[in-house]
Nanobody, 120 residues
Framework: QVQLVESGGGLVQAGGSLRLSCAASGRTFSMYDMGWFRQAPGKEREFVAVSTRSGGSTRYSDSVKDRFTISRDNAKNTVYLQMNSLKPEDTAVYYC?????????????WGQGTQVTVSS
């Protein structure tokens, strides 16, 4: 069982920056792909970014590429999302996700979410 706790959300003006953090419990953090998703009001949850468990690969949605950066510190069991040049359309609840897929194993955990509001 992995517990995820996000922090760092808030209200920011367009063009500003925020850094989200997600602290994970457990001793197997480095084995998980760690991702960020978001859900805006009235919309489905969507992928934002992921850092693979090896730590050597990252992927981003087209809407945040070149503005957001995902990083992880396996020693601290924490994944971060640095968000720059924020836009009003980035307003959403941001969720941290931990995923471990191996043959015969599919583990998927979510945090409670943190609100990000970008004002125009």
């Amino acid at each position: 069982q992995v517990q995820l706790v996000e922090s760092g959300g808030g209200l920011v003006q367009a063009g500003g920056s925020l850094r989200l953090s997600c602290a994970a419990s457990g001793r197997t953090f480095s084995m998980y792909d760690m991702g960020w998703f978001r859900q805006a009001p009235g919309k489905e949850r969507e992928f934002v970014a992921v850092s693979t468990r090896s730590g050597g690969s990252t992927r981003y949605s087209d809407s945040v590429k070149d503005r957001f950066t995902i990083s992880r510190d396996n020693a601290k069991n924490t994944v971060y999302l640095q968000m720059n040049s924020l836009k009003p359309e980035d307003t959403a609840v941001y969720y941290c996700n931990a995923r471990l897929q191996d043959p015969g194993l599919d583990l998927d955990y979510w945090g409670q979410g943190t609100q990000v509001t970008v004002s125009s």
